[in-house]
C-alpha cells in the first residue's frame, strides 16, 4: 500500500525567510509525487509534481520541490516567504501505472504559517 | 473556461438520509474522481470514474455509490448517513489517457456535509 507522510502539524517562518515543507512516501515502483495547497473553505490548488527527470521541480508561486529517491522525500520549498503563503499544504503520491490506474494518496497535511 | 463546478456548497442532512453532490469537471477533462475531507485530515480517495465506469475504488463502504454521464458530469450518492459521513467532499478532475495517465488533478471548492 501507498502512503504519505507529513512529519510537521504546522510550520512558523518568518516573513522573507527561507520555507521547507517535509514528505516522505512510500510506494511500489516510481513514485508520482504531487504538491498541493488549500486555502480556507476553498479546494485544493495544484502546485508541483515530479514525474521523473530533473530532481527539483519548479511550481507555481515561486515554489519548488526536491526529490530524493534514497530518502523517499518530496520536500517543498520556497526562498523567500510571504504572508500571503500561509495557507494548508498536502503532499499526495500515485504508484506507477501497471495497466490498472493508481490512486492517488494525500498526506495528512502540513499548516504553513507565515509570520509578518 | 469555468474550472472544477461543485453543488450544493453546504448540505445539512440527518442520521440515515439520503443526498446526491454534484460535479461538473474542468473543460476538456475526462475523469472525475471524489475524495472525503474530514476536518483537521487530508483528503481520502472515494472513487474515481472514466468513460461512465467506476474505475477504481477507496476504503469506502457500499453505501457510497456514483455515477459518470456523457458530458463527463458525475455524481456521489451516499445512503444511510451516519455521523461520520460529516466532511467536505471534494470533487477533481483531470485528462487521464494513456501517456497523459499522470497528470495533476484540479479540484472543485468542494460540498459541506453536515449530518445531524
Known amino acids: 500500500a501507498q502512503s504519505v507522510a507529513q512529519p510537521e502539524d504546522q510550520v512558523n517562518v518568518a516573513e522573507g525567510n527561507p520555507l521547507t515543507v517535509k514528505c516522505t512516501y512510500s510506494?511500489?515502483?516510481?513514485?508520482?509525487l504531487f504538491w498541493y495547497v488549500q486555502y480556507p473553505n476553498r479546494g485544493l490548488q495544484f502546485l508541483l509534481k515530479y514525474i521523473t527527470g530533473d530532481n527539483l521541480v519548479k511550481g507555481s508561486y515561486g515554489f519548488e520541490a526536491e526529490f530524493n529517491k534514497s530518502q523517499t522525500s518530496f520536500h517543498l520549498k520556497k526562498p523567500s516567504a510571504l504572508v500571503s503563503d500561509s495557507a494548508l499544504y498536502f503532499c499526495?503520491?500515485?504508484?506507477?501505472?501497471?495497466?490498472?490506474?493508481?490512486?492517488?494518496?494525500f498526506g495528512i497535511g502540513t499548516k504553513l504559517q507565515v509570520i509578518p | 473556461d469555468a474550472g472544477v463546478t461543485q453543488s450544493p456548497t453546504h448540505l445539512i442532512k440527518t442520521r440515515g438520509q439520503q443526498v446526491t453532490l454534484r460535479c461538473s469537471p474542468k473543460?476538456?477533462?475526462?475523469?472525475v474522481s471524489w475524495y472525503q475531507q474530514a476536518l483537521g485530515q487530508g483528503p481520502q480517495f472515494i472513487f474515481q470514474y472514466y468513460e461512465e465506469e467506476e474505475r477504481q475504488r477507496g476504503n469506502f463502504p457500499d453505501r457510497f455509490s456514483g455515477h459518470q454521464f456523457p458530458n463527463y458530469s458525475s455524481e456521489l450518492n451516499v445512503n444511510a448517513l451516519l455521523l461520520g459521513d460529516s466532511a467536505l467532499y471534494l470533487c477533481a478532475s483531470s485528462l487521464d489517457t494513456g501517456t497523459n495517465a499522470y497528470n495533476e488533478q484540479f479540484f472543485g471548492p468542494g460540498t459541506r456535509l453536515t449530518v445531524l
Open positions: 510506494v511500489s515502483g516510481n513514485p508520482y
Open positions: 473543460s476538456g477533462h475526462d475523469t
Open positions: 499526495a503520491v500515485r504508484g506507477e501505472n501497471s495497466g490498472g490506474y493508481q490512486k492517488v494518496t
